[in-house]
């Protein structure tokens, strides 16, 4: 059931822009940001407000956006209330004004404030893709509010004579790369493959998938592979475990393997890769039982669990942040659409969520989820060809570049099978192989919280 929609107090300009310009000194750590300001402020850079009841009607969504060209691209601007006049205008004494409420429409987008505000929510209660501003107007994949602060950078830049320097992470490599793996399934590799040569009356091939079941370690039972293929290319795995092996009360499954029985098993083959909470169905609303499964992994595994995703992405806005800042998580790297590739809150940097019912960012560090390799061939999404995978990814990942940011990659053990042809190990090597010749810093979550702190 969803969650009622809780009493929260009016959120101001003066605390949208205190929570935009938070993020963008996170971007540019030596930004000025004491020169930005609404117009009438009289600071030298200013915003032309443009949200005007909005934010005090609790919609989920606003005015459609205005499109204008930018850097060579064009870009969405919502809260665009003067479409006509020039992006940026030069004014006297030094000063700039920009006519699109840049402030406003980050706001919206970085908050999470379509997906708090809306009711949609898809069968596995997630706010669906089909629901998203990103898929109504077409921009899933470009990263708009890192546009819209490279339009505050050029005014800053403009007032102050001071060249803003993007964020820079481990080596000054232009930008980083966070490789991560549900661990879902351990011991299943058999089972679809037995299924179907039972379907096709095929009693040899079925006894052979049983007699290899019995007799070999499953196909799926590859972490040490896993982690070995990573650091081939000079870079981390961040592995997340599912703390439950019942399926979920709907009959949704969890963990095919208890963690506990498994571990002796699993720690020699990842070594000392970072390990992270993989919330089992259920546990993105429940703070008592994710507590629990926080404290069940960490005492199984010895590991200091300070990072999560939730299983099936699972993720409610008006509960689930709450829970992650109550416990103390370091970051979460949830946020994702399962349906596509690209920036969830079009944004491809780590940010914190806004907590509106305290009219404040939370603690915890969102790690944006920028593909998923289920999403790239699942035959509810996308169903790409193999030869389509990298082309269609590598738009997005020069975006992040561009901006020097973070690109999270989700490749599941079970998809490092060589029997899977379309998302599976030729793909992912694929995607590394072009990472590692962008000279990207390979980065797990914590090594980001240190960052970015």
Known sequence: MLPALPAIPPVSPKIRLAYVLRHFQLAFPAAPTHLIGYAGNQLPVAVAEGAGQFFELRQPYPPAPNYRDYQGRSIPFFFDAAPEQPLLELLPNNRVLIHADIIAAAFYLLSGWQEFFSDE????????????????????????????????????????????????????????????????????????????????????????????HVTKPDAWNNLELVHKTVASYGAKSTFFFLPEHRSAANGTPNADYAVEKAWSRIAPAIGDAEVGLHGSIGRATHGGNLKREEHRLQRCTGHDVKGSRFHYLSWEPRMTPILLDSLLFRYDTTLGFAEHFGFRNSYCLPFHLFDFEQGRPYRFLEIPLNVMDATLYHPHYLRLAPGEILPALQPMFEEIERFGGVCTVLWHNENFDPANEHNGPQQFHAIMQYLRGRQVAFVNGLDICEMVS
């Open 121 to 212: 929510r898809d069968q596995h209660g997630r706010f669906p893709y089909s629901a998203s501003v990103q898929h109504r107007y077409g921009f899933v994949a470009v990263p708009v509010v890192n546009y819209y602060f490279d339009v505050l950078k050029t005014a800053v830049e403009h007032v102050s004579g001071q060249v803003l320097v993007p964020r820079r992470w481990a080596t000054e490599a232009p930008f980083a790369a966070f490789i991560t793996h549900d661990i879902d399934n351990l011991r299943s590799a058999w089972k679809a493959p037995a299924k179907a040569a039972l379907q096709r009356r095929d009693w040899l091939g079925f006894g052979r998938q049983i007699w290899q």
